[in-house]
């Protein structure tokens, strides 16, 4: 596994932070009114003492499954997990602050953004999970809900619940990123993503680079999966038409194309508490 490090670089360099709310940020509630700056945004690191499941890497890299549905070599399993166990464990933590916002990111478990806090009102912006609960998902094995994911080459990626590189950066202009990435030792692909918020602002902008590193054309597959808590109150919003869901069939899981927000099946996709459990 990468071992976390402060190397990472990010260009071309960032862009002047948008002050407002846009489609493709994560903002506090529209009828937020943003201030004026006032000062800069302060970045630190930090210990972090977390319940979590205890889990063992495996001894040697698989070149078969690994309980999963695809080879992990070079990369060691991680799935003997203490299920029904959890134990205090201290993280490598990132914090991002300014008068709206609190993010804390975690290295040490794929750079994940572990948690974000609109502090007028208190309130996760994301699912918030209070342990580290691991469950056999990711490709290795281990792999824990709450926050924002980043996925890369493939889904649940081989570093999820292992370390990354990391870098911190104090902008010109008073914002603040948290920079994370790492290179697939499977595809020598690479990704980069700087988590940035600027003073008076409660946006949160996601600047993502994704690298081919190798002489020849690769196939790849990238998201950020956020977590939010079910409940009959969620809805989702989106400027799209076609969505992708999963299906279990005899073989594994399949990839299934829908129409957004009506699917083929008539529910409606804009309410996940309606939606079948598929």
């Known amino acids: 596994d990468a071992r976390p490090s402060m190397t990472p670089t990010l ?3 960032l862009p002047p932070a948008l002050p407002h709310y846009t489609g493709r940020q994560y903002s506090a509630p529209p009828e937020v009114h943003m201030s004026s ?3 800069s945004v302060q970045v630190r690191q930090h210990e ?3 319940p979590s499941a205890p889990v063992k890497p495996g001894r040697l890299p698989l070149i078969g499954r690994a309980g999963q549905d695809r080879p992990v070599h070079p990369y060691r399993p991680l799935a003997d997990i203490e299920f029904g166990r959890l134990a205090p464990r201290t993280f490598r933590a990132l914090t991002l602050e300014n008068e709206f916002l ?3 990111v975690l290295p040490e478990l794929g750079g994940r953004l572990h948690r974000a806090v609109y502090k007028p009102a208190h309130y996760d912006l994301f699912y918030h999970n209070d342990a580290i609960r691991a469950q056999l998902i990711s490709s290795r094995g281990a792999w824990y809900a709450g926050g924002v994911e980043f996925n890369f080459p493939i889904s649940h990626s081989l570093t999820t619940h292992a370390g990354v590189e990391y870098a911190t950066r104090q902008l010109p202009d008073g914002s603040a990123a948290i920079i994370v990435s790492n290179t697939c030792r499977m595809s020598r692909m690479r990704w980069e993503v700087a988590i940035r918020i600027a003073p008076g602002s409660s946006a949160i902008n996601f600047q993502t680079r994704l ?3 190798t002489a020849w054309p690769q196939r790849y597959y990238y998201w950020l999966n956020a977590a939010v808590p079910q409940g009959p109150q969620i809805r989702y919003h989106f400027s799209a038409s076609k ?3 999963h299906t279990q069939e005899v073989d594994g ?3 299934r194309l829908d129409s957004f927000p009506i699917m083929r ?3 409606d996709a804009r309410v996940p508490a309606r939606l079948p459990d598929t």
Do not use: D, F, Y
Request: aromatic fraction near 0%; hydrophobic fraction near 40%.
């Open 253 to 255: 899981t399949v990839t």
């Open 102 to 104: 609190r993010l804390t």
């Open 48 to 50: 972090l003492v977390i």
């Open 211 to 213: 690298i081919n590193r």
């Open 11 to 13: 260009t071309p360099p």
């Open 37 to 39: 700056p006032s000062s």
């Open 243 to 245: 969505l992708i869901g």
């Open 265 to 267: 099946n008539g529910a």
